[in-house]
């Protein structure tokens, strides 16, 4: 079990623990004396004595090892003969010991060779004192290496508490580091290097250079080791142990040791939440320029509406001036048919005067369905009737145009609310739309059917009636075999007065009105271009029928059944 989490608690009770070491008044040094002559002992117990020096003595070796053990001087001044134990045996004995090996030994004795100096030295000495010795050079000596081992704890001490200071930074960063030595293999880790690793610290701890992936942070370590020189790496996919990886940021640095490198520091950032965040902020900012220019498009349309509004009163205040006069004329045109008698060129402007009155008509009656909603005859037909119904009404025109018809009219499709005659009204626009795109030697299909919706087949104008897939529908798909719409065209068929048509051949108004119409009747009407060229007209109406109104401002049950069949469509 990783044990990371506790780790900063010990440290700073051991750094408290320190700090508490430090302030504690400091005790005088503790000095053996060790000599197997009582006088020599009185001497050097004089030579000491009041001097700040707390003073124990042994009069042989075994003794001042009991006493060292026991008491843990500071200083040993040892004689060298003495008859049980010799002084470099006691020395010998003091080093081997964890529990005495700090003991600074200075020797005392009448031996003043070279070679018993060395000697005594080698065994881990401080200094070597000739007998006979003057008191005030032994004082002076014992001062100064007591001095010496003051200042030695002292900086022990100090980077014990650096050591602590450091870990504990080192525990508390948010970043893993990862400490290698001369050689590649691990020297520490903190415990966010376990997390960013997913191992304990117990098995990064056995890793050899040659371990570590990817083969980027290797080559980085090598070469910050041999160019003794920081490096650093934006971004580095870092495996873990379950196989993913993960994004981070490499910094690595030299430890210098004089003038060699003794190893190399590794700091690596997770950069996956960094990235998470630049992944939800460019989702944001997606999400606001899709808002900005959705509100742009709704800002439009709003103009639009107004600008259609303001259109739709023009037209029918137009619509109706024009149409008492045009009633007029088209009365006095009778009276003059049946009245007068005509020779051919007369009878010819007649009829031509006759079919633009006719024409005049139209439009006028074109600007009034457009301008208002007028009131719906409904009754209950089927569509198929109205699809024969308009075939009849163009069937002279197709003949003369060459243009073959092939219908499939599903017997199934049932019976539902329309006015005929708007309903018929549309076919006839979409026939006669569909014989000026192909002008002459087409073939116009007409396809009826009762079925499923396919979500392929929802077009903007489906979705915006509430349509969704696997709905049961009543489907009319008219197909041309023109030479189709032009795309950029497409989003503007419906929009009134647009036209693709020559000047004069055509008013604009057709589709808009045969799109409001459809929209009475809780319907829909997309228009596409075929695959195989021409262009499809897709209608679709639910087998009950809905006014717009109530589609426009669904109940609570309704809006709670589409939300249900969208999910299920979605999964």
Not at 65 to 86: F, T, V
Not at 487 to 493: I, K, N, S, V
Not at 494 to 499: N, S, V
Request: aromatic residues 4%; charged residues 25%; glycine residues 6%.
């Amino acid at each position: 079990m990783n044990d990371a989490p506790t780790r900063p608690a010990s440290i700073q009770a051991q750094t408290t623990a320190a700090q508490r070491r430090a302030s504690e008044p400091a005790q005088p040094p503790c000095v053996l004396l060790v000599d197997d002559i009582p006088a020599n002992l009185r001497v050097l117990y004089e030579s000491l004595n009041g001097r700040d020096y707390r003073l124990l003595v042994a009069n042989g070796g075994a003794q001042a090892l009991e006493i060292a053990q026991r008491s843990r001087p500071d200083l040993m001044l040892l004689d060298i003969m003495m008859p049980d134990m010799d002084g470099f045996e006691v020395c010998r004995r003091l080093k081997q010991d964890a529990g005495t090996a700090d003991v600074a030994v200075i020797f005392l004795s009448a031996l003043d060779e070279a070679a018993d100096k060395i000697h005594g030295l080698e065994l881990g000495a401080v200094d070597y004192v000739t007998k006979p010795f003057h008191p005030e050079e032994v004082a002076a000596r014992v001062e100064a290496h007591c001095k010496i081992l003051r200042l030695e704890r002292e900086l022990g001490q100090r980077n014990r508490q650096l050591e602590l200071v450091r870990d504990r930074i080192l525990h508390s960063m948010v970043e893993a580091v990862v400490g290698l030595d001369a050689v590649g293999r691990v020297s520490f880790v903190n415990p966010a290097a376990e997390r960013l690793f997913g191992l304990a610290a117990e098995h990064l701890l056995t890793r050899d250079l040659s371990d570590w992936e990817p083969t980027a942070l290797r080559e980085t370590a090598q070469r910050v080791l041999a160019e003794r020189r920081e490096l650093s790496l934006d971004e580095v996919a870092l495996p873990r142990p379950d196989g993913s990886t993960l994004p981070v940021e490499l910094r690595a640095a030299p430890i210098a040791d004089a003038a060699d490198t003794a190893g190399v520091v590794l700091v690596l950032r997770d950069l996956s939440e960094r990235r998470r965040v630049e992944a939800k902020l460019h989702r944001t900012s997606d999400e606001l320029h899709r808002s900005h220019r959705e509100l742009q498009a709704a800002q439009m349309q709003l103009v639009q509406a107004a600008k259609l509004e303001s259109v739709g009163r023009l037209a029918a205040g137009v619509a109706h001036e024009v149409k008492n006069p045009l009633a007029i004329v088209q009365l006095g045109l009778d009276y003059l048919e049946q009245v007068a008698s005509f020779d051919d060129v007369s009878a010819q402007v007649l009829a031509d005067m006759q079919q633009a009155l006719s024409r005049a008509d139209t439009v006028v009656r074109g600007l009034l369905d457009f301008s208002r909603e007028r009131d719906l005859d409904l009754k209950p037909c089927a569509v198929n009737e109205a699809i024969q119904n308009s075939l009849q009404l163009v069937r002279h025109e197709l003949t003369q145009r060459n243009i073959a018809v092939r219908t499939s009219l599903a017997e199934a499709v049932p019976e539902r609310p329309f006015d005929i005659d708007k309903l018929q009204q549309v076919f006839l626009n979409l026939f006669m739309n569909a014989m000026h795109a192909m002008e002459r030697d087409g073939t116009l299909s007409i396809r009826s059917s009762f079925t499923a919706l396919a979500g392929n087949e929802l077009g903007p104008h489906a979705r915006d009636a509430g349509f969704l897939p696997s709905d049961r529908v009543i489907r009319v798909a008219i197909e041309d075999t023109g030479p189709g719409i032009d795309p950029e065209d497409l989003g503007r068929l419906f929009d009134p007065y647009f036209t693709t048509k020559r000047q004069g051949e055509g008013t604009g108004l057709g589709l808009s009105v045969t799109r409001n119409i459809v929209t009475l009747h809780g319907g829909s009407i997309d228009l596409e271009n075929r695959p195989e060229g021409g262009a499809r007209a897709l209608l679709l109406f639910h087998p009950e029928f809905a006014r717009a109104e109530a589609l426009s401002r669904p109940s609570e049950a309704t809006l709670r059944a589409r939300t249900a069949r969208l999910r299920s469509a979605n999964r």
